[in-house]
């Protein structure tokens, strides 16, 4: 299994990107995939979920109304559109796969398969 997590960049406060990550080796669609970030000298913390069928989705209360998820089955990815980006973005954005159902999950532990990760980087 691989996912191959892109889109990271340096941007300025409020501008925007779009994270994708791509997977292999896996039934895509039957997996609930996650995107989560670790800041310098900080936890790994949740950042969005989708469910297998596109329709239910979860944010952290930080991100939510700036950031959306979203996922392709047929193209094998799942993507985060982070718009009004602020400096304590700033993070490794890691993507993941898990194989439960419902509820959606914000624990770490809970997802099988990690990416390598993504580095975001936001300025003043």
């Known amino acids: 299994v691989q996912l191959q997590a892109s889109g990271g960049g340096l941007v300025q406060a409020g501008g925007s990107l779009r994270l994708s990550c791509g997977a292999s080796?896996?039934?895509?669609?039957?997996?609930?995939m996650g995107w989560f970030r670790q800041a310098p000298g900080k936890e790994r913390e949740f950042v969005a979920a989708?469910?297998?069928?596109?329709?239910?989705?979860d944010y952290a209360d930080s991100v939510k109304g700036r950031f959306t998820i979203s996922r392709d089955n047929a193209k094998n990815t799942v993507y985060l559109q982070i718009n009004s980006l602020k400096p304590e973005d700033t993070a490794v954005y890691f993507c993941?796969?898990?194989?439960?159902?419902?509820?959606?999950?914000?624990?770490?532990?809970?997802?099988?398969?990690w990416g390598q990760g993504t580095q975001v980087t936001v300025s003043s």
């Open positions: 989708i469910s297998r069928s596109l329709i239910i989705t």
């Open positions: 080796g896996l039934t895509f669609s039957s997996y609930v």
């Open positions: 993941a796969a898990g194989s439960y159902g419902l509820p959606l999950r914000r624990f770490p532990g809970d997802y099988n398969y």
